[in-house]
């Protein structure tokens, strides 16, 4: 049973009862505009919080109070949902079930977990310096690391270009010039503004009643004196201007990166049909790119697709020897010029489809699970329950294929490709 309860202006909790499980999960996650020069502190804040409230002041106190609470666990959130960004705390407890007689888990480590969002330590009109510098350092660590990724540093680049000044195209951590700049004072300053402005979003996955549940949530803001905004709705893509970017490091491989825009986004009806598309193309094993550009023509070490639902991007991403560019950009094309022509074998259309419908299925295996698709569709805004989800996608045919595989448009490409010191080995 799915409910979804208003408890004050603002603060809502979609509370999914399941009684299959030993551990339930809760998350509470505040609401922002992805906007620059924000991001990396919305991000910081769950993380700083963590550090240690008035009466768990360290680490060490704060594991000590979760394994009196039957090894409980809060971990921070920082999530990309379109145009928004939620930031907050993911919680794991056992379900009162299970516990000894007369006792309440669920009640007890909300009460924790309210001291961490709200009775935390300040000097100087900031959060503890220490905390947040530290913290800081994991962040830009974090940001960094995209870059010794680099196919997550293409992509990245690939992104940023294809939307210009959308919000999407805002970085999740921030920069590291921003997070550097962050200062104690203004990193509490912006989650006050949190707290009185930003839409709160509680979920929970477990046994208990739904009106208990929403009776310890309102406990938990009762105090907060709020005058909560109301995010406006998603967007469709603003996309950037067009180009064929290209840059020179030391790889010993090259990344390429194709961005495809189509108006097809996860508010549309045909969204279903465009997830079993980019399957077909580039989403697995089976797909046309795999299967023919890397398998049989060995042009590139790895190639796939992914589509960014939120605002109807298909990326194709591969890694490949410097002087197979052209020819990886050409069947590119070819391939997706032959999902538009209809030429998709039945096997290829079962194996999407398949791999969709066991990933989908797979949401009601865990708590985790649960509350991340439950909350992505929530801020997604797509109005579409998890059964119509699976109902639409088990109903795409060729023909749905073949009309989404036309919309798609080629936008921009970026290539990472080697400098003087591979051309030097």
Known sequence: MIQRTTIYPGVYLTCIQDRRFKQN?????????MRRGESGKNALIPSVLLRGCKSAPDLRQITLRLDDLYGASVSP???????????????????????????????????????????????????????????KI???????????????????KLLETLCGQDP??????????????????????????????????????????????????????????????EMPGQTDLTPGVRQDRREAMEVAQGKLCMGFLTPITNRDDRFAAMQVTNGILGGDVTSKLFQNVREKQSLCYSIGSGYYAAKGILLVSAGIDFDKEDHVRREVLSQLESCQLGQITDEELAASKQSLLTALRSVQDSPSAMENYYSAITMAQTGRSWETHMDLLAK?????????????????????EGGDFCAAL
């Open 77 to 135: 959130i920082s999530r990309r949902a379109g145009d928004y960004q939620a930031s907050g705390f993911y919680v794991s407890l056992m379900d009162d079930r299970f516990a000894l007689e007369g006792e309440s888990v669920l009640e007890k480590t909300l009460d924790f977990v309210t001291e961490l969002l709200f009775d935390y330590p300040t000097e100087d009109g900031g959060f503890l310096k220490d905390f947040v510098e530290g913290e």
């Open 396 to 416: 795409v045919t060729k023909e749905d294929v073949v009309a989404c595989a036309k919309t798609l448009e080629l936008h921009s490409t970026y290539f990472l």
């Open 168 to 229: 999407y195209g805002v970085p999740k951590m921030g920069t590291r010039q921003e997070v550097e700049a962050i200062t104690p004072q203004e990193l509490l300053r912006h989650y006050e503004a949190l707290r009185r402005e930003s839409p709160v979003e509680v979920y929970y996955v477990g046994s208990a009643d739904p009106g208990r549940v929403a009776d310890l949530v309102r406990k938990m803001f009762a105090r907060e004196i709020r005058q909560p905004r």
């Open 138 to 156: 994991n962040q830009i660590a974090a940001i960094e690391s995209e870059l010794n990724d680099k196919r997550v540093y293409a992509a990245q």
């Open 25 to 33: 999960c809760v998350s509470i996650q505040y609401l922002r505009e």
